[in-house]
């Protein structure tokens, strides 16, 4: 099992573009979720999607927009990228949302915005 | 709003050796799920550790082990027998079944001397 996977791994971006993350997990998983992972501080959440076909917001959505393409596949986007969006980006699956289901990492993207 | 706070920023510890990790966390809540999660430079999380609150026993997992204080919301987490691989940042989550979303502390950055 390759558990969760992330394309690309290092990105850079001028201000401006636009780029999709990719996420895709092969464990049946109904969740999945987008984090992003700044220094000095934990995890945020940016969307989640409890099962196939739903998509919330999380802590910080705005400049982000997600799509869970079916049970496997969350893509994240950015449609005009900015500095401020200069971060690592998690992907992450599990069973449920409930805090009783662990939530299986990707590797990262990390980004960068000039 | 539920918080975590990790207040050591790094620690080292000889290797063989033992350590003590430190998360405190605020709620009002009395249901709830705390976890260790280890992120080595390769940068993919892995859950190290999870305690339920509504048991009294500390987990333990191999050389890891909690001390779990809910009325003080303090949430240790202890390495025995420290090694090499062991060094990483290491964060502390809190989470609930009832909310999607776990809460992060900023990490603890390990190093383990030779």
């Known amino acids: 099992n390759a558990g969760v996977t992330q394309t690309p791994k290092f990105q850079v971006l001028k201000t401006g573009q636009s780029m999709t993350l990719q996420c895709a997990q092969d464990?049946?998983?109904?969740?999945m979720y987008w984090y992003r992972q700044d220094p000095g501080m934990g995890l945020r959440l940016i969307y989640y999607s409890a099962s196939e076909g739903t998509t919330d917001k999380g802590e910080v959505p705005n400049g982000y927009n997600v799509s869970r393409l079916n049970k496997r596949e969350f893509s994240l986007r950015l449609e005009s990228a900015a500095p401020s969006q200069t971060s690592v980006y998690f992907c992450a699956s599990s069973e449920g949302v409930a805090a009783s289901y662990e939530q299986y990492f990707g590797p990262g993207t990390r980004l960068t915005v000039t | 709003a539920q918080t975590v706070t990790q207040s050591q920023p790094e620690m080292s510890v000889q290797e063989a050796e033992t350590v003590t990790l430190s998360c405190t966390y605020d709620t009002s809540e009395s249901d709830y799920y705390l976890f260790w999660y280890k992120q080595p430079p390769s940068r993919q999380m892995i859950l190290v550790i999870r305690?339920?609150?509504?048991k009294q026993q500390n987990a333990t997992e191999n050389r890891f082990s909690v001390n779990f204080q809910k009325a003080a919301k303090s949430f240790s987490l202890k390495i025995s027998d420290s090694q090499l691989g062991d060094a990483a940042m290491y964060f502390c989550?809190?989470?609930?079944?009832?909310?999607?979303?776990?809460?992060w502390g900023a990490g603890t950055k390990l190093i383990i001397k030779p």
């Open positions: 464990m049946n998983h109904n969740s």
């Open positions: 989550a809190y989470g609930r079944d009832s909310n999607y979303q776990l809460i």
């Open positions: 305690q339920e609150a509504y």
